[in-house]
C-alpha cells in the first residue's frame, strides 16, 4: 500500500508544463516556453573551469555534511558584505539545493498537526513540504491591489496556537514582489511577539530592478533574526540550477539538527558544485550583472507590450516572473471551450497558439498565470503576441 504521504503529494505544477513544453518541441511543434523557472543562460566559464579544477585536484571525496569550511565562510562573507548579516560557519548548511535547505528547516521544527503560514500566491513546493512534514499549511491570501504582499494586521489574524512558522519570498516566485525593510520591520514585530520561525526564501535577492533593494528579514534585528532561517543558493544568480547547490543560515543548534537529519538522508552535497559554487560566489560580477540586466531588458519589454495590449498584470520588481489576471476572461470560449479556470486558460493557450504558461492554482490563486521571462527575447516577442491574438479570439 502507498503511504498517505505519497499519496497526498501534489506534482510541481511548473515541473509539469515545463515537461509538456518540451515534449512538444520534441515532437516538432512550435512552442513558445514561459513556464521554466530558471535562467535560460549557461553557467559561466569561470565556474565550469573551476569545477574541472576541483575534479584534477582530487576534490572528489565525501565532504563534511553541513558543506566544506572554506565554501561556508565564502557564504558568511557574502552575507555580511551583502546584507549587512553577521552568521559564522557553524550556522550555515549546505545542501543539495534551496529546495532541500527549506525541507531540511521543516524537518527541525514541524510536528504533527503544527501549522504553517503561506502568504499566497506562494511557490508551489512551500506547502507539499509542510504536509510531507505532517504540519498543516496555512495560507494566507494577499490581495493584488497591494503587490500580493500581506500586511502585519493579515499576519496576526492568521495566527493560532499551533503556528509555528512562517514563509516568506522576497523577491518572490510567482509575482515578483519585493518587501521593503518597513514592511518587513512590521511583520517582524508580530512574528517575534508571538515566538514563531521564518523561513525567509532569498533564493532571487540579486535579481531586483527599479532601484529596488533587497532586504532580508534577519536583518532587521536580532530577535527577528534569532528566530529566521534564511534560503538561498547559486541556482537562480549564477545561472547554476543543475548544480544543486543551496544553504541556510540561522540559530547554530537548529542548524546542527538540520546537519544531523541530512547526514541520514543524503550527506554532503556533491563536492565538486560545492567548489564550483564557492568560486561563483568569490568572483564573477561581471557576468552576473549582464545576466541581471538582459532579465531587466525583457521585463520591461513584457510591461510595455503587457500595456500596449491592455492586459493587466502584476508589476515585477524581482526573480523574472510576471503575473497576468485572467479574471476577464473567465467564462468565455474559443473553438466551443470554456475557460472556468486558470488551468483551462492554460491549457487552450497552449493547444491554439502553442504558448506554454503556469496557471495560477498552483500558487493558489486561479486569477491568474505565471509568465516567465527566463527565456529569449524572441520567444518572448512572439509568445506575447500569441497571447494577445488568443484573448482576442475569446469570445
Known sequence: ??????????????????????????????????????????????????????????????????????????????????????????????????????????????????????????????????????????????????????????LERSITAKTKLFFINSPGNPTGTVYTFDELMALSEVLVRHNIYVISDEIYSKLIYDGERHHSIASVNEDIKNLTFVINGVSKTYAMTGWRIGYAAGNKDIIKIMTDIQSHTTSNANSIAQYAAMVAMSSGENELNNMISEFDNRRKYMIKKLDEYNIKFIRPKGAFYVMLDITNYKDKSIEGESIDSSDKFAELLLKYYGVAAVAGSGFGNDDFIRLSYATSMDGIKLGLENINEFIKKLR
Open 1 to 154: 500500500m502507498i503511504s498517505s504521504r505519497g499519496k497526498n503529494v501534489t506534482p510541481s505544477s511548473t515541473l509539469a508544463m515545463n515537461a509538456i513544453a518540451n515534449q512538444l518541441k520534441s515532437e516538432g511543434k512550435k512552442v513558445v516556453n514561459f513556464g521554466v523557472g530558471e535562467p535560460d543562460f549557461d553557467t559561466p566559464l569561470y565556474i565550469k573551469e573551476a569545477a574541472i579544477h576541483a575534479m584534477f585536484t582530487g576534490l572528489t571525496k565525501y565532504t563534511p555534511v553541513s558543506g566544506f569550511l572554506d565554501l561556508r565562510q565564502t557564504i558568511c562573507d557574502r552575507f555580511k558584505n551583502d546584507y549587512g548579516l553577521c552568521y559564522a560557519p557553524n550556522e550555515i548548511l549546505v545542501s543539495n539545493g534551496a529546495k532541500q535547505a527549506i525541507f531540511n528547516v521543516l524537518q527541525a521544527l514541524i510536528d504533527v498537526d503544527d501549522e504553517a503560514l503561506i502568504p499566497s500566491p506562494y511557490w508551489v513546493s512551500y506547502p507539499e513540504m509542510v504536509k510531507l512534514c505532517g504540519g498543516v499549511p496555512v495560507i494566507i491570501d494577499a490581495d493584488p491591489a497591494n503587490d500580493f504582499k500581506i500586511t502585519p494586521s493579515q
